[in-house]
């Protein structure tokens, strides 16, 4: 396929983003070490009519790890610090966990540590306010707990790529930003990228992001946070470009450093983790692949390097729904076509049975992690299995793969005299067991228990749970309130922190304790995805 014909075939994908009033983003696709096509497609502005370019500056949001983390590199490369240091070694500030973190554990997400936005959001802060790195550490400080043992697991979050850029500042003595620009950004002709380290700051052709609000209506998604490490990197799609073009060349940090790029986490017992630094490996229709994405506040971007092909793709968008992972694909799909790789390794594909009916229906039902505080529906639909959606397909009597993706797996245990059915569900980045849990419907009376003035000493806040039309409502400090759902006996679910986020994040729970005389005496909120577990909240004597 000639450069042309690619080009006018990718256009198709973005012109949606064309239609007069829309938000879009910028797309560039590199091949080789130069950029080979570039396009903006909507707008920058609204209010104004100002065109997305290639030249558009744009914040990046999670898609900043991958800098944060050569900084990490780069300081290690000049023997300035060890990737098994302990972070308290640098920040002492940081609690003592009886745990040692390591810089390690914070660049591959295992740390234990609880995420920083999720900690925001319950202690009151909105997305609008004026949040600083300072802000976050104040929050980490105040934490008596970790979600698990440093090593343990893995949890994508956001709060150990902020502590390593406090780290940089520590290390460096300057500026996490100065750093970069004079360590990075310079070096690689990088002009119109830096980290936004004040909200303030005049950033001259820049993008300003949009939520959508019904057909062809939007609200702004205002941004006025000053964080970075995790996130606040702000750049184009011609400096993206410099940036791919380093990993072949190693013009910074040397092939060493490029190397240590790719390098995955390894957890405690040995497991392999697809997070490298900032990076993740995967792959993509048997192609191996490098990849990162980012959103939040109406930003989507996602940049998608296939290195075999010297083939890349970056997205920067500024629109709320866009879905820059897919239309990155069907980009990479154009230029080295849509089948699997030739060299793609062979992937055993289990071979499904039938079971009966009854076999199926009888592992339907609600299962439990009472460690985290997560569940999960099991359900019998059109004869088939389903967990979150998805269909599930038998390959023997207790085990299951998913449909759609048969690398993941969910493995059944029969109940016995002691213990209640139990299902393993591995995704390949998560391995949960859960336990079968019975449901229940609270009575308005039973449901009185609950009610009371609840305070986080971890986040310094008070939370209120009052009964309303038999319904227990959730009041919070600058967010609102909302109504919960009951999970189980003395666990229940509440879905605020969706809307908060523009987007259909999985609901909180809170699970209830009782002390000796059986009296709800506080309760632990995790969120489902692993980035909260058991913070606590202590109810307060009336």
Request: hydrophobic share 40%; charged share 20%.
């Amino acid at each position: 396929m000639t450069i042309q014909a690619g080009q006018e075939k990718v256009d198709i994908f973005f012109e949606k983003f064309t239609q007069p009033g829309s938000p879009g983003c910028a797309l560039g696709v590199m091949k080789d070490g130069e950029l080979i096509y570039k396009q903006g497609y909507g707008l920058a502005n609204l209010e104004y009519d100002i065109p997305i370019t290639p030249s558009t500056i744009f914040h990046i949001a999670s898609m900043s790890k991958q800098f944060t983390a050569m900084a990490v590199a780069l300081l290690v490369d000049a023997c300035k610090l060890s990737f098994d240091d302990d972070i308290r070694q640098y920040l002492p500030a940081i609690p003592d966990f009886g745990e040692t973190i390591t810089i390690r554990h914070l660049i591959h997400h295992t740390s234990g540590l609880r995420s920083d936005l999720i900690l925001l959001i319950s202690a009151g802060w909105r997305l609008e306010d004026v949040i600083a790195n300072a802000d976050v550490m104040e929050l980490v400080k105040m934490q008596r707990n970790l979600n698990f043992r440093p090593g343990e697991k893995f949890a994508y979050g956001g709060v150990g790529y902020l502590l390593l850029a406090e780290l940089v500042e520590q290390v460096a003595g300057q500026s996490f930003a100065e750093f970069c620009q004079e360590q990075i950004f310079k070096p690689l002709g990088m002009i119109n990228t830096h980290f936004q380290d004040d909200y303030l700051r005049v950033v001259k052709n820049r993008a300003y992001a949009y939520y959508p609000a019904g057909d062809n209506h939007y609200q702004n998604a205002i941004l006025t946070c000053a964080l970075v490490g995790g996130t606040g990197l702000y750049t184009t799609i011609e400096d993206l470009a410099l940036w791919d073009k380093n990993f072949y060349t190693a013009q910074v940090g040397g092939q060493s450093v490029i190397e240590q790029m790719h390098q995955r986490g390894v957890l405690n017992n040995g497991e392999e983790v697809d997070y490298a630094f900032g990076l993740i490996l995967d792959r993509y229709k048997g192609r191996k692949v490098v990849v990162h994405g980012g959103d939040g506040a109406g930003i989507h971007s996602y940049m998608m390097r296939c290195p075999k092909e010297h083939l890349s793709v970056a997205i920067l968008g500024n629109y709320g729904a866009l879905k820059a992972r897919q239309l990155a694909q069907q980009v990479v799909d154009i230029y080295l076509g849509d089948a699997q790789a030739d060299d793609a390794p062979a992937t055993a594909v289990p071979e499904t049975i039938e079971l009966e009916k009854a076999q199926l229906f009888a592992k339907a039902g609600r299962y439990y992690d009472a460690d985290t505080a997560a569940f999960i529906d099991i359900e019998f639909k059109d004869g088939k299995l389903q967990i979150w959606g998805y269909d599930l397909a038998p390959v023997s009597n207790h085990n299951f793969v998913f449909t759609a993706f048969p690398e993941a797996t969910a493995e059944f245990t029969p109940a016995t005299a002691t213990a209640p059915a139990q299902v393993l569900v591995d995704t390949g980045v998560n391995r949960t067991r859960y336990a079968w849990a019975e449901l229940v419907t609270p009575t308005p009376d039973s449901l009185q228990a609950y009610t009371g003035r609840y305070y986080s000493p971890e986040l310094g806040v008070y939370w209120t749970i009052i009964l309303d039309e038999a319904k227990l409502v959730v009041h919070r400090k600058r967010q609102g309130q909302s109504p919960l759902t009951s999970i189980i006996a003395d666990v229940f679910s509440d879905g605020w922190i969706g809307p908060i986020l523009h987007s259909a994040a999985k609901p909180v729970t809170l699970a209830f304790e009782r002390d000796a005389n059986d009296t709800v005496s506080g309760f632990r909120l995790s969120d489902s995805g692993g980035r909260v577990c058991n913070l606590v909240f202590i109810k307060q004597d009336a």
